[in-house]
């Protein structure tokens, strides 16, 4: 499990390659959705439970906006301070590497696909979110960095990307709807649009993930995660961050 400080040049595409299959969506902006091969899942769950039960993972629940206890880095490409500088995390990378190819490899089909010439891709940071009953995400969008605010650190913030988002395990039960069960909205994440009007893309996009569903979408996408309230599970999830230089 290397940790590159390179840019990974874009990727070459020979004539009529194929890519996998994905669906579509616009806000505004353009949200692509892979499917990630069950092995891929099954490894990222035993990595995660793995290594959260030996204690080898930061607990990133102060430096990232949820609203979740357990949310833990497994990528990170620059080290941070916290803003009372009394803590310092190292740059580090428990990804495997079949499995963080995979993932660039599609940040690389969405720039082709969409037809963005790009210099490269740098993955910035990757964590994985573990939210237990009544815990939510607030809406946001992300950049290429983590909530430096120090000098001379905020200079290393990268505001161009992309997302990707992967459903690791993702309950069939999300709990009690206290309304409209006909609208559900538990465990849910919302995609918003940057505007109001809905002329030619829809003003949000609700999606509830599925084991394996990967979601690629910019930085500048604002989107929320709704609180589940199943009581005996978690519902947990896959988010990096990878800065796009063009």
């Given at each position: 499990?290397?940790?590159?400080?390179?840019?990974?040049?874009?990727?070459i595409?020979e004539?009529g390659?194929?890519?996998?299959?994905?669906v579509?969506m616009?806000?505004?902006?353009?949200?692509?959705?892979?499917?990630a091969?069950?092995?891929i899942?099954?490894?990222?769950?035993?990595?995660?439970?793995?290594?959260v039960?030996?204690?080898?993972?930061?607990n990133m629940k102060?430096?990232?906006?949820?609203?979740?206890?357990?949310e833990?880095?497994?990528?990170?490409?620059?080290?941070?301070y916290?803003?009372?500088?009394?803590?310092?995390?190292?740059?580090?990378?428990?990804?495997?590497?079949?499995v963080h190819?995979?993932i660039k490899?599609?940040?690389?089909?969405?720039l082709h696909?969409?037809r963005?010439?790009?210099?490269g891709?740098?993955?910035n940071?990757s964590?994985?979110?573990d939210?237990?009953?009544?815990?939510?995400?607030?809406?946001h969008?992300?950049?290429?960095?983590?909530g430096?605010?120090?000098?001379p650190l905020?200079n290393?913030?990268?505001?161009i990307?992309l997302?990707g988002?992967?459903?690791?395990?993702?309950?069939?039960?999300?709990g009690?709807?206290?309304?409209?069960?006909?609208?559900p909205?538990?465990g849910?994440?919302?995609?918003?649009?940057g505007?109001?009007g809905?002329?030619?893309a829809?003003f949000?996009?609700i999606?509830k993930?599925r084991?394996?569903?990967?979601?690629v979408?910019?930085y500048?996408?604002?989107?929320?995660?709704?609180?589940?309230?199943?009581l005996n599970e978690?519902?947990r999830?896959f988010t990096t961050?990878?800065?796009?230089?063009?």
């Amino acid at each position: 499990m290397s940790l590159s400080s390179e840019i990974e040049e874009p990727k070459i595409y020979e004539d009529g390659h194929t890519h996998l299959d994905y669906v579509r969506m616009e806000t505004g902006q353009t949200l692509l959705m892979f499917e990630a091969p069950q092995d891929i899942v099954l490894s990222m769950n035993k990595l995660y439970e793995k290594y959260v039960s030996e204690g080898m993972l930061y607990n990133m629940k102060n430096r990232l906006l949820g609203k979740i206890e357990d949310e833990y880095s497994l990528y990170q490409s620059s080290s941070f301070y916290r803003d009372d500088d009394t803590e310092k995390v190292d740059n580090h990378n428990f990804l495997p590497d079949n499995v963080h190819q995979w993932i660039k490899d599609r940040i690389h089909d969405y720039l082709h696909i969409l037809r963005i010439e790009y210099l490269g891709i740098k993955t910035n940071s990757s964590w994985i979110n573990d939210m237990k009953a009544g815990e939510y995400s607030p809406i946001h969008n992300h950049n290429g960095g983590t909530g430096i605010s120090k000098p001379p650190l905020e200079n290393m913030v990268h505001r161009i990307g992309l997302i990707g988002l992967m459903g690791l395990k993702i309950p069939e039960d999300m709990g009690e709807e206290f309304t409209r069960e006909d609208n559900p909205r538990n465990g849910f994440t919302e995609f918003f649009g940057g505007g109001h009007g809905t002329m030619f893309a829809n003003f949000s996009n609700i999606i509830k993930l599925r084991e394996g569903t990967f979601i690629v979408h910019p930085y500048d996408v604002i989107h929320t995660v709704y609180p589940h309230f199943n009581l005996n599970e978690t519902r947990r999830t896959f988010t990096t961050n990878i800065d796009v230089y063009y």
